[in-house]
């Protein structure tokens, strides 16, 4: 006869089966508010080199390597690759602009609704704690004929670009539904905003995220934001 699992053990054979699990889920949501069980699944993980990923822009948790672990497991050639996902150089650049396309508007919405709502509560006589916004609700599509069009070219034309389009939504970067590429599960887990976003923005792909948002304020399918 075998042991009952506890809630720790349990939110960990659950994430490593499903690879990640969405913040509603009940025991993510235990962990989150349960210092103690958070810290027991941190440190149960560590013992296989492992750590729990959780952002508040995010609406999903995932299980990634510790850093210590990542020599070991993809050795100093598999460190020094431009990624250790296992993409080819255009898809992990297909990568980063649809980060830069979906992730960097998304977080200013979430920023600015928060801040609204923030302003608004300060006129209330009894105000209540208000949550983020959440990644579903604020976060933007692309469009797939805009993208091939605009960056066919340079990202191996359609063949390429589909191939690798698959290749992202298989390891949970993003999603499809008809024309649109919207934001996957992992897209703002295994990204590092802070080590990115400065790069984007001071860089060449600023003048990308300035066209891309012009392009979606002149299209009337394009998310009212309010």
Known sequence: MHEPLDDAALLIAELLASRWLPRRHPRVRRALIDA???QTVQDRLALSGLRLVDNIHA???CVALLRGAETAVFGETGLNANNNARLPRDAVSLLVLLWSLIVLPKRERQAAR???AETEGQTEMFTTERPLPSAASVSPVVSYKALLADFGP???RKTRMDGNLKRLEARGFIVRKGDDIGEGPLLDLLLDYDA???RILEGALGD????ARQRTSTDPHAEDED
């Open 208 to 211: 990308v995220l300035a066209r």
């Open 196 to 198: 990115l976003a400065p």
């Open 59 to 61: 609406d999903h948790v």
């Open 36 to 38: 103690e069980l958070w």
């Open 154 to 156: 340079q990202l191996g």
């Open 114 to 116: 928060a801040a609204t």
